[in-house]
């Protein structure tokens, strides 16, 4: 499966943007597809993320200002990033976990300004 991630950008604090992640394979049948980011000098944190039976889930501090959603006619999960604060800006990766085999997209980059 490959994963063609979309979206990223420079934006202000306060800003929004959208990520897509569009999928080659049918996302209809999925153990868990999300989006996980990486800033410089810190580890690979799950941002938020869809099960396999529907439900969603989120990291704390994007709580209330992220929503993920999923298109299952375009295969493609998309993360609306609201009121962005300079501690979001990171490379963010479209993850799938399909049939228990992990996939990744190739990451996109947010950088949000103070």
């Known amino acids: 499966v490959q994963l063609q991630a979309s979206g990223g950008g420079l934006v202000q604090a306060g800003g929004s943007l959208r990520l897509s992640c569009a999928a080659s394979?049918?996302?209809?049948?999925?153990?868990?597809m999300g989006w996980f980011r990486q800033a410089p000098g810190k580890r690979r944190e799950l941002v938020a993320g869809?099960?396999?039976?529907?439900?969603?889930n989120y990291t704390d501090s994007v709580n209330g200002r992220f929503t993920i959603s999923r298109d299952n006619a375009k295969n493609t999960v998309s993360l609306q990033m609201n009121a962005l604060k300079p501690e979001d800006t990171a490379v963010y990766y479209c993850?799938?976990?399909?049939?228990?085999?992990?996939?990744w997209g190739q990451g996109t980059q947010v950088t949000v300004s103070s």
């Open positions: 394979e049918s996302i209809f049948s999925i153990n868990y």
């Open positions: 993850y799938l976990l399909k049939y228990w085999i992990a996939y």
């Open positions: 869809f099960t396999g039976g529907g439900a969603t």
